[in-house]
């Protein structure tokens, strides 16, 4: 069955760290790109960071230079390194496959989504 | 920064159409998506590449683009179609942006 499921989530200090896992399951996670996006609590989406299957990383503004996306791919699995966390990072964060579209107005878009994980920023 | 606009809520009645809208100035460079998400679950792509349709989604559901606006329609809405939509798209560097999100009701 193709599928995600993130692990990792939990309540942490402001200033903390923690780590996000997404295990891939019916496909190969270096093979596509890959991105994490969150929801806080009442709140729209908003997309974090995407790796791409060559390797290249990209990150939202909020949370450029502290967080770190990768991947292991002996694990097909897709992580969010996320330091010096914000109340603001408290949110359920959602790893996704995404598709590229090859064309002229093409780009790329969330085909497949994990149920979620919930992080917790307080103290 | 790159904005998709849509208005927080639509209301309808059970069976008759409910149309969300979705502005952004790439609109006319970037195909539009959208994204379904009901309460306390993941987000479901209900609409690709402006009109098309995944398997599995009603055929009630449709899209439409024109300009800097993209469109999704309802026709017929059910009440299992409450939910938050999402549209989506990217800007011309290749940003991904979402709308702030439609609350549907269905009453």
Known sequence: EVQLVESGGGLIQPGGSLRLSCAASGFTVSSNYMSWVRQAPGKGLEWVSVIYSGGSTYYADSVKGR??????NSKNTLYLQMNSLRAEDTAVYYCAREKVVPAARGGWYFDLWGRGTLVTVSS | S????????VSVSPGQTARITCSGDALPKKYAYWYQQKSGQAPVLVIYEDSKRPSGIPERFSGSSSGTMATLTISGAQVEDEADYYCYSTDSSGK???GGGTKLTVL
């Open chain 2, 2 to 9: 790159y904005e998709l606009t849509q208005p927080p809520s």
């Open chain 2, 96 to 98: 991904r942006v979402f």
């Open chain 1, 67 to 72: 967080f770190t996306i990768s991947r292991d």
